[in-house]
């Protein structure tokens, strides 16, 4: 397994390079976070767990023991919940003691209730302000402790680690792509493509996230949509170009009535769209041809006709003997994946 000084890449966090934007001096955080590190690179998954939250226990303590202004300014990070929740200080009035934010993780403003409704405003002492350093010492912390999580098979941990770090960044790869494997893992495949496709969209280029994207849509439902419409059992199209359906074109029949599909052993015309593939790719001339063949077929107005093509049922005719035309089209059948190894790719951030 790649230690934590070697995943990410740019993606990783770097902690304390840069003194002049505030850069993290705590050393007993940054002691924590080298333990964690070196626990991890070794395989003890307990002590690094261990190490990287007794450093979040750290960073707690150097958050408040920094310098508290007694007015914020615009584009200030706080914390404004006990609970995790950060935020960006978007409008001040300090004459008022008011400010007002928007989230750091949804990039969205805060409101009261309702988006459109009223904003909620913040007094000076419910907003605590915090560095960047420090807002990226938490979120590599975070996310390190979502991949040993991962790694040690606790996924509603996995989880829980994954979704405080994106209160901090909403759309971290790293940890959208160890709440999606773990979300997986718990037979949640509907929310696991949600959160996949979004970090599809991040890092389109990610092979463990494309994969397990793949892997997530396999599982749903084959009548799922998702909400916007654009995406389901064809494929995703707002997460990435990661279809497993392609399509295939059926081949008109052969001498003698055999169908040359059947010949190739293809997949002949899907039942469900009748024998002639998808009827909205069919004109209309072809439309009115086959309803009056269907109306021949449903019985015969002779009195005493013995004919039994007359009520055969239309749908039980030889597919073989009738060739769809050449627009027709029927879905391929998707190649088998092997099931992702999860944790593969789940190492801690570089800190």
């Not at 039942?271 to 019985?299: I, K, Q």
Request: glycine share 10%; net charge negative; charged share 25%.
């Amino acid at each position: 397994a790649r230690g934590p000084a070697q995943e990410g890449g740019a993606m990783a966090p770097q902690i304390g390079e840069d003194a002049s934007a505030g850069a993290l001096t705590d050393s007993a955080c940054l002691a924590a976070r080298a333990a964690g590190n070196e626990a991890y690179s070794a395989g003890d998954l307990a002590k690094a767990g261990d190490s990287y939250q007794e450093a979040l226990a750290c960073w707690e303590k150097a958050m408040h023991a920094a310098d508290q202004a007694e007015a914020l300014t615009k584009g200030q990070v706080v914390q404004y919940s006990a609970k995790g929740f950060f935020g960006v200080v978007m409008s001040v009035f300090p004459l008022f003691d008011e400010y007002f934010l928007k989230d750091l993780g949804s990039d969205q403003a805060i409101w009261v209730g309702d988006a459109g409704g009223t904003l909620r405003r913040f007094g000076r002492q419910e907003l605590v302000p915090i560095s960047k350093a420090l807002v990226d010492f938490r979120l590599a912390m975070l996310q390190n402790l979502a991949a040993v999580s991962l790694r040690q098979d606790d996924f509603v941990q996995t989880v829980k680690w994954a979704d405080l770090a994106l209160c901090l960044a909403g759309r971290s790869p790293k940890a959208l792509m160890r709440k999606g494997a773990a979300l997986l893992r718990l037979n949640r495949p509907g929310p696991a493509s949600d959160v996949l496709a979004t970090a599809a969209l991040e890092v389109p280029k990610d092979n463990e996230v494309r994969r397990l994207l793949r892997e997530a849509e396999k599982m749903r439902s084959p009548t799922w949509v998702c909400v916007t419409g654009c995406c389901g059992p064809w494929g995703i199209v707002c997460g990435g170009p990661v279809s497993d359906s392609m399509s295939s074109v059926v081949a008109p029949a052969g001498k003698g009535g055999e169908s040359w599909a059947a010949a190739a052993g293809l997949p002949g015309p899907s039942p469900a769209l009748g024998r002639g593939g998808d009827s909205s790719c069919a004109s209309e001339e072809e439309e009115e041809e086959a309803e009056r063949e269907n109306e021949t077929r449903r019985g015969c107005t002779k009195e005493g006709c013995e004919d039994s093509s007359c009520d055969s049922d239309p749908d039980a005719e030889d597919q073989a003997d009738k060739p769809p035309p050449a627009w027709a089209f029927v879905a391929g059948q998707a190649p088998a994946v092997a099931a992702p190894a999860v944790g593969a790719d789940a190492t801690a951030d570089a800190a």
